[in-house]
């Protein structure tokens, strides 16, 4: 598969053969530029803007894309996906959204989770739901999601193959969240240059060693 990252929590993910698009958390264009995207299957994580644009992406397909915004399990053009919904902490005396959606995806081999506006910790029952999951699409930022030590956390919790971080500040969003480098200097992790797309396959995923890699937008 393929893998593209568009801003905030919002990922392309396509399969080897280029036949199927998923796309992760569409916003309402507060980062990057979705105007141009297509997909067959789209999948939001909450009801925040910033996380559940669909319209954008309907706008341009050719074929209205199937939309998953709510938990159970899905099998969609031979990919399985498990959605388990989850209570926020409040903070500050709200939580942005009180529920959020997690998602597993099996794809070619590979089990993909997204996160996207999950702002703490994950719970066993919540855990054992996902499942196995070998790439993690994580936010890190802070503010209405997870801030760097509750991802630090879950990162314990999962022990992912692979960590790419998202929603944290940059030039492209208006969001107030913190730093990359936050996140990279507190999880001690280390990280090589910034690649625009990454391929993935079941068989080169790393090792024992949990790996970090960033994602340029696309």
Do not use: W
């Not at 719970?123 to 209405?144: M, N, S, T, W």
């Not at 790419?164 to 200097?185: D, R, V």
């Amino acid at each position: 598969m393929y893998l593209y990252f568009l801003g905030n929590s919002c990922f392309k993910i396509q399969t080897n053969d280029k036949e199927t698009t998923l796309l992760l958390d569409p916003f309402d264009g507060t980062a990057g530029n979705l105007s141009k995207q297509t997909a067959e299957v789209i999948l939001s994580s909450s009801d925040r803007s910033d996380h559940s644009y669909v319209d954008i992406v309907k706008r341009t397909s050719p074929v209205l894309p199937f939309i998953i915004n709510n938990p159970g399990e899905y099998d969609v053009k031979g990919i399985s996906i498990q959605a388990v919904e989850v209570k926020q902490d409040m903070v500050d005396g709200k939580s942005g959204s009180e529920y959020v959606t997690l998602y597993s995806m099996g794809i070619e081999g590979v089990f993909v989770g997204h996160l996207g506006a999950l702002n703490r910790s994950l719970k066993e029952a919540e855990l054992e739901a996902l499942g196995r999951i070998d790439v993690l699409l994580l936010p890190v930022g802070g503010g209405h999601v997870l801030s760097p030590k509750a991802a630090i956390e879950i990162i314990a919790q999962i022990e992912p193959r692979m960590v790419i971080p998202c929603h944290y500040a940059m030039k492209e969003s208006k969001l107030e969240l913190g730093t990359l480098q936050s996140f990279l200097k507190e999880s001690g992790m280390k990280t090589d240059e910034a690649v625009d797309k990454l391929k993935i396959t079941k068989k080169e995923l790393p090792g024992e060693d949990t790996k970090c890699i960033v994602l340029n937008i696309a």
